[in-house]
């Protein structure tokens, strides 16, 4: 809408952001830090409210729009980026938030997801990852390491998790991030930096499940460990982590993969310079991979890739003006008459 | 009325010069291998003489698989023309000309013909090879076996090849002109002008001089053909008919759909967004909705079903036109998005058109099997509104009415079209400005007194809002909402009230719909109810019925859900009732379970629609006549 860049946009508060909805995740669960960090950064954002569209699937974190005060739509499962899609196409002024989960965005929404990232659709995507289906009461989920055990896999579980920002890298997303519920500065600026993206951003938020995964992101996250457990990627800077930033992240010229090093052994111009501007599948694919499978590497947090390319709805502008520029404004007239008419006295 | 099976004295009288013999109608099936162009052959031939005045219905039949393999009887595609001098609504029960292309085509096409037709067939491809591959141990046009039909063996291969001799035309490239040679032939047996089919020709092929030039020649070698050649003594003419002035186009169901989806933009001032995901036979809807990108039409070809209907249902949400367009399997997969669109009260529109089910069934064959999936088929207490299209034409009405009512009620509308109307087409005097319907559409902007499920008091709709609008910012979702104020609700009353006011939402709609009219006298015993695109057949058989001094009245439903109001009381008004549908009785389930009545059924699933004869037959014997 051509009005909005003129009408000044109002000095918002947090409060302005909540509907005031009774919020009624479980006590203790990460979705209400996540809530509260996007309610404070929307207000920094340049949007007017009523410009928000918040667009949910099923899941604990697809309650979502209910508590904002913004337009909301919950909607069935897996299909929020589709439908987020259709709403974006239509009017591409909105900023619009996908708000999705680990079974919603990567199981039965799989589809979708690496659709709508290989599109390029501008629209931000945070995928609450708690590695586990919390509303229908603790079944593992798509990102439930192996070997979980829960009320559907008393066993544990047996197949191979995706790493979801890893699937994203594969789908062709421009934007993927990673960050989570417990770190309020961090998830702030990743969200600053999703909203800045044009494209879709995706960001994987670490969500804790109190009930039924509690403690699942501990070996990174814990307070204990996290300086040496996870990595936080800055554009331009070298990846070096660790309590002390005594170790860095350098890439084994021969086995063509990422090792933890020691900055006391390894001089420090081997080490990566992160550079997520660069459109280097391979190693975004790489560091986003990194925490898993027992690689004894840091959990890479930040933003692992953005990447400058053309959005879905420029193509579309762009073609619908070449055509009305060949052809004219279509008038219906003229397309009834189309193809081969005759005349009756 | 002159038929062309009645001329066999004209036929066998012989004749230096051709005279030329007028009859009133004429029903002609082209047939080949998928890869012989008979279908463009057809819609050539359909073309030049629709620009000539006749009336006109087609029905092309093509095999699910592109190209099954060559010169099998699976491999047949066909096109059926029906052209005549006055009004028709079939493509016709029984083919009068055949034209086979190889002895699979006629093979597959033999038992439709009635005696005394015209087999025209190309006599190149009658060969043991061939014969194997067609299923035949003897010569067809040697064996005796088609004694009582008119065989003209031409060896079309060879004539064209011969008439494009002096061409640089590889052997391919010759071959593939032969549907030319057999259009030119066609058109002088039926005293069509060959000016439209080489406008189109010189049209298609623009800027490859070559091509043009070949066709063109194997075209009018055609025609000179049957002019001089000993085959025929004598050529026909059928007569243009008398219509109502205007300008006229020939046009399929599918094309009229697209065309009436952009009539709704320019009706309502909004942009159509279209989801689709390709499937037949709806695909060529979203082909069509592609180009229009000068328009205000958008189309998204999604990575499913689900995802098509789901975009569709984010632009309804966005404020504009949402459609999306599939078949039987694709809509199967749509149901619970489009069960959202119910919940949220979103103005959405689900084209389906119909083919043989069940699961894949049969891709490229028309049926009517989807009513009560389309009525019925989504969890929970679901209403919406489903409307079926009668003609290839009136799918462009059908396109606007189905908007119409979406938007002033806020609700889903499910369009049936099917295979034989998508991919049949008829005349079509172009609407004038003032004949298109009009409506316009209201969103809400007023902040004051906004509750997202407040109601329109007379239609029960609840306001639209484009997201975007300052101090309506609000939520919707599929969980059950809570009356007026559309907060999440889990309260047992208000579930009741919920599910009471959708229904009686739809219900409403009835009042928004026009009268079933009842055709024919008005005063038989006898009903028949139609729906969907079988309203030409059944018209046809109730007219040949009268003429035979049988009086039955008709009824076609447009409106399947709601019925029209006053549908009990044209019941009670009848001793017998028929119902015709492509299926095993999903109509006459909808009115027994209504209206505590008994019906008669007519029931076909043969993937082919129903002919005049059969339905003529089945209602004697109904009526024990
Ligand atoms: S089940 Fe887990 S994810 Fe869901 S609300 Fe409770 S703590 Fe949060």
Same mark, same amino acid.
């Given at each position: 809408?051509?009005?909005?860049?003129?009408?000044?946009?109002?000095?918002?508060?947090?409060?302005?952001?909540?509907?005031?909805?009774?919020?009624?995740?479980?006590?203790?669960?990460?979705?209400?830090?996540?809530?509260?960090?996007?309610?404070?950064?929307?207000?920094?954002?340049?949007?007017?409210?009523?410009?928000?569209?918040?667009?949910?699937?099923?899941?604990?974190?697809?309650?979502?729009?209910?508590?904002?005060?913004?337009?909301?739509?919950?909607?069935?499962?897996?299909?929020?980026?589709?439908?987020?899609?259709?709403?974006?196409?239509?009017?591409?002024?909105?900023?619009?938030?996908?708000?999705?989960?680990?079974?919603?965005?990567?199981?039965?929404?799989?589809?979708?997801?690496?659709?709508?990232?290989?599109?390029?659709? %501008?629209?931000?995507?945070?995928?609450?990852?708690?590695?586990?289906?919390?509303?229908?009461?603790?079944?593992?989920?798509?990102?439930?390491?192996?070997?979980?055990?829960?009320?559907?896999?008393?066993?544990?579980?047996?197949?191979?998790?995706?790493?979801?920002?890893?699937?994203?890298?594969?789908?062709?997303?421009?934007?993927?991030?990673?960050?989570? %519920?417990?770190?309020?500065?961090?998830?702030?600026?990743?969200?600053?930096?999703?909203?800045?993206?044009?494209?879709?951003?995706?960001?994987?938020?670490?969500?804790?499940?109190?009930?039924?995964?509690?403690?699942?992101? %501990?070996?990174?996250?814990?307070?204990?460990?996290?300086?040496?457990?996870?990595?936080?990627?800055?554009?331009?800077?070298?990846?070096?982590?660790?309590?002390?930033?005594?170790?860095?992240?350098?890439?084994?010229?021969?086995?063509?993969?990422?090792?933890?090093?020691?900055?006391?052994?390894?001089?420090?111009?081997?080490?990566?310079?992160? %550079?997520?501007?660069?459109?280097?599948?391979?190693?975004?694919?790489?560091?986003?991979?990194?925490?898993?499978?027992?690689?004894?590497?840091?959990?890479?947090?930040?933003?692992?890739?953005?990447?400058?390319?053309?959005?879905?709805?420029?193509?579309?502008?762009?073609?619908?003006?070449?055509?009305?520029?060949?052809?004219?404004?279509?008038?219906?007239?003229?397309?009834?008459?189309?193809?081969?008419?005759?005349?009756?006295? | 009325?002159?038929?062309?099976?009645?001329?066999?004295?004209?036929?066998?009288?012989?004749?230096?010069?051709?005279?030329?013999?007028?009859?009133?109608?004429?029903?002609?099936?082209?047939?080949?291998?998928?890869?012989?162009?008979?279908?463009?052959?057809?819609?050539?031939?359909?073309?030049?003489?629709?620009?000539?005045?006749?009336?006109?219905?087609?029905?092309?039949?093509?095999?699910?698989?592109?190209?099954?393999?060559?010169?099998?009887?699976?491999?047949?595609?066909?096109?059926?023309?029906?052209?005549?001098?006055?009004?028709?609504?079939?493509?016709?029960?029984?083919?009068?000309?055949?034209?086979?292309?190889?002895?699979?085509?006629?093979?597959?096409?033999?038992?439709?013909?009635?005696?005394?037709?015209?087999?025209?067939?190309?006599?190149?491809?009658?060969?043991?090879?061939?014969?194997?591959?067609?299923?035949?141990?003897?010569?067809?046009?040697?064996?005796?076996?088609?004694?009582?039909?008119?065989?003209?063996?031409?060896?079309?291969?060879?004539?064209?090849?011969?008439?494009?001799?002096?061409?640089?035309?590889?052997?391919?490239?010759?071959?593939?002109?032969?549907?030319?040679?057999?259009?030119?032939?066609?058109?002088?047996?039926?005293?069509?002008?060959?000016?439209?089919?080489?406008?189109?020709?010189?049209?298609?092929?623009?800027?490859?001089?070559?091509?043009?030039?070949?066709?063109?020649?194997?075209?009018?070698?055609?025609?000179?053909?049957?002019?001089?050649?000993?085959?025929?003594?004598?050529?026909?003419?059928?007569?243009?008919?008398?219509?109502?002035?205007?300008?006229?186009?020939?046009?399929?169901?599918?094309?009229?759909?697209?065309?009436?989806?952009?009539?709704?933009?320019?009706?309502?001032?909004?942009?159509?967004?279209?989801?689709?995901?390709?499937?037949?036979?709806?695909?060529?809807?979203?082909?069509?909705?592609?180009?229009?990108?000068?328009?205000?039409?958008?189309?998204?070809?999604?990575?499913?079903?689900?995802?098509?209907?789901?975009?569709?249902?984010?632009?309804?949400?966005?404020?504009?036109?949402?459609?999306?367009?599939?078949?039987?399997?694709?809509?199967?997969?749509?149901?619970?998005?489009?069960?959202?669109?119910?919940?949220?009260?979103?103005?959405?529109?689900?084209?389906?058109?119909?083919?043989?089910?069940?699961?894949?069934?049969?891709?490229?064959?028309?049926?009517?099997?989807?009513?009560?999936?389309?009525?019925?088929?989504?969890?929970?207490?679901?209403?919406?509104?489903?409307?079926?299209?009668?003609?290839?034409?009136?799918?462009?009405?059908?396109?606007?009415?189905?908007?119409?009512?979406?938007?002033?009620?806020?609700?889903?509308?499910?369009?049936?079209?099917?295979?034989?109307?998508?991919?049949?087409?008829?005349?079509?005097?172009?609407?004038?400005?003032?004949?298109?319907?009009?409506?316009?559409?209201?969103?809400?902007?007023?902040?004051?007194?906004?509750?997202?499920?407040?109601?329109?008091?007379?239609?029960?709709?609840?306001?639209?809002?484009?997201?975007?609008?300052?101090?309506?910012?609000?939520?919707?979702?599929?969980?059950?909402?809570?009356?007026?104020?559309?907060?999440?609700?889990?309260?047992?009353?208000?579930?009741?009230?919920?599910?009471?006011?959708?229904?009686?939402?739809?219900?409403?709609?009835?009042?928004?719909?026009?009268?079933?009219?009842?055709?024919?006298?008005?005063?038989?015993?006898?009903?028949?109810?139609?729906?969907?695109?079988?309203?030409?057949?059944?018209?046809?058989?109730?007219?040949?019925?009268?003429?035979?001094?049988?009086?039955?009245?008709?009824?076609?439903?447009?409106?399947?859900?709601?019925?029209?109001?006053?549908?009990?009381?044209?019941?009670?008004?009848?001793?017998?009732?028929?119902?015709?549908?492509?299926?095993?009785?999903?109509?006459?389930?909808?009115?027994?379970?209504?209206?505590?009545?008994?019906?008669?059924?007519?029931?076909?699933?043969?993937?082919?629609?129903?002919?005049?004869?059969?339905?003529?037959?089945?209602?004697?014997?109904?009526?024990?006549?």
């Amino acid at each position: 809408m051509s009005e909005t860049a003129t009408i000044e946009k109002p000095v918002y508060t947090k409060k302005d952001f909540s509907s005031g909805v009774e919020v009624r995740w479980c006590p203790g669960c990460g979705d209400y830090s996540i809530l509260a960090a996007v309610q404070k950064a929307l207000p920094e954002f340049e949007h007017l409210r009523e410009n928000y569209a918040f667009i949910s699937g099923i899941g604990c974190s697809s309650r979502f729009p209910y508590y904002m005060n913004t337009y909301g739509f919950h909607t069935i499962h897996g299909r929020a980026p589709a439908i987020a899609t259709g709403l974006k196409i239509m009017r591409p002024e909105l900023s619009v938030w996908v708000i999705t989960g680990d079974g919603d965005g990567l199981s039965i929404g799989g589809n979708h997801f690496i659709h709508v990232l290989r599109r390029n659709v %501008d629209i931000n995507i945070l995928l609450f990852n708690n590695e586990i289906y919390g509303l229908t009461k603790g079944q593992y989920s798509p990102t439930s390491n192996l070997g979980l055990k829960t009320k559907s896999t008393p066993y544990g579980a047996i197949d191979t998790p995706l790493i979801p920002a890893r699937l994203a890298a594969g789908a062709g997303a421009t934007f993927i991030a990673r960050s989570a %519920d417990m770190l309020a500065k961090h998830l702030n600026e990743t969200l600053h930096k999703a909203n800045e993206h044009k494209g879709t951003s995706f960001v994987e938020v670490l969500q804790n499940c109190y009930i039924f995964n509690d403690g699942a992101f %501990d070996p990174y996250l814990e307070k204990s460990v996290r300086d040496d457990r996870v990595i936080y990627l800055e554009a331009g800077k070298p990846m070096i982590f660790g309590k002390d930033k005594d170790k860095g992240i350098r890439l084994n010229h021969k086995t063509l993969t990422l090792e933890a090093v020691s900055l006391s052994e390894v001089a420090e111009n081997e080490i990566l310079i992160h %550079d997520p501007y660069h459109n280097n599948t391979a190693l975004h694919f790489m560091l986003a991979s990194m925490g898993y499978g027992g690689d004894g590497l840091p959990l890479a947090l930040g933003v692992i890739r953005s990447l400058q390319a053309p959005i879905y709805n420029d193509r579309l502008a762009e073609q619908e003006t070449e055509v009305i520029a060949k052809k004219g404004k279509g008038r219906l007239t003229d397309l009834l008459k189309s193809g081969e008419t005759w005349e009756v006295k | 009325m002159k038929k062309l099976t009645d001329m066999s004295a004209e036929l066998d009288a012989g004749s230096s010069e051709k005279k030329l013999i007028e009859i009133d109608e004429v029903t002609i099936r082209f047939a080949g291998d998928s890869g012989d162009g008979m279908q463009l052959t057809g819609t050539r031939f359909t073309t030049a003489s629709a620009l000539l005045g006749n009336d006109i219905a087609t029905l092309p039949d093509y095999p699910a698989e592109i190209r099954a393999p060559a010169g099998t009887v699976p491999g047949v595609s066909g096109f059926q023309v029906h052209f005549s001098s006055h009004e028709i609504h079939t493509p016709g029960d029984t083919p009068d000309v055949l034209v086979a292309m190889n002895p699979a085509a006629l093979k597959a096409n033999l038992a439709d013909l009635p005696q005394q037709a015209i087999i025209i067939t190309n006599s190149d491809e009658y060969t043991a090879e061939n014969f194997a591959k067609a299923g035949y141990t003897t010569n067809p046009l040697e064996d005796g076996s088609l004694r009582n039909y008119r065989v003209i063996p031409i060896p079309i291969g060879r004539m064209t090849a011969e008439a494009l001799a002096e061409t640089d035309l590889n052997d391919k490239e010759k071959d593939r002109s032969k549907n030319m040679f057999v259009l030119g032939l066609v058109c002088w047996l039926f005293d069509r002008p060959l000016e439209p089919t080489i406008r189109w020709i010189e049209e298609k092929f623009s800027g490859k001089e070559r091509i043009i030039a070949a066709n063109i020649q194997a075209l009018k070698a055609g025609y000179h053909y049957g002019e001089t050649a000993e085959l025929f003594p004598v050529h026909f003419k059928v007569r243009k008919m008398q219509l109502p002035p205007g300008t006229y186009r020939n046009i399929t169901g599918n094309e009229a759909l697209a065309l009436g989806m952009v009539a709704v933009t320019e009706i309502t001032g909004l942009k159509l967004f279209l989801g689709s995901y390709p499937i037949t036979p709806a695909s060529d809807i979203l082909h069509e909705l592609a180009k229009y990108k000068n328009y205000n039409v958008r189309t998204f070809q999604a990575e499913d079903e689900i995802a098509a209907v789901a975009a569709a249902i984010g632009a309804a949400y966005s404020g504009n036109l949402g459609l999306t367009t599939t078949s039987g399997p694709g809509f199967s997969l749509k149901l619970e998005a489009i069960n959202l669109a119910v919940m949220t009260e979103l103005p959405l529109v689900i084209a389906n058109i119909q083919r043989g089910g069940p699961s894949t069934g049969l891709p490229t064959k028309t049926e009517q099997a989807d009513l009560l999936q389309a009525v019925f088929g989504r969890n929970g207490e679901s209403p919406l509104v489903v409307l079926a299209a009668k003609s290839p034409a009136d799918c462009f009405y059908k396109a606007i009415e189905a908007f119409r009512i979406a938007t002033k009620f806020m609700t889903p509308v499910v369009l049936l079209s099917d295979g034989f109307i998508a991919n049949s087409s008829e005349p079509w005097r172009l609407p004038s400005e003032e004949e298109i319907p009009h409506f316009t559409v209201n969103f809400r902007t007023e902040a004051e007194g906004f509750k997202p499920y407040l109601r329109d008091e007379e239609t029960l709709a609840r306001p639209w809002v484009k997201p975007g609008t300052p101090g309506l910012e609000h939520r919707i979702g599929g969980l059950e909402k809570q009356h007026i104020t559309g907060m999440v609700s889990y309260d047992p009353e208000n579930h009741e009230t919920m599910v009471k006011l959708r229904a009686e939402k739809i219900r409403r709609v009835a009042n928004d719909i026009p009268e079933i009219k009842v055709e024919g006298s008005g005063k038989a015993d006898t009903l028949i109810i139609g729906w969907g695109g079988t309203y030409g057949t059944i018209t046809d058989a109730r007219n040949t019925l009268a003429d035979e001094g049988i009086a039955i009245d008709q009824i076609h439903l447009e409106y399947l859900s709601p019925f029209p109001k006053n549908l009990k009381q044209v019941l009670e008004n009848y001793k017998n009732i028929f119902v015709a549908e492509l299926n095993l009785g999903q109509l006459a389930f909808l009115i027994q379970g209504k209206f505590a009545i008994k019906v008669k059924q007519i029931n076909k699933v043969k993937g082919q629609p129903f002919k005049v004869g059969e339905l003529v037959d089945a209602i004697r014997k109904g009526l024990s006549l």
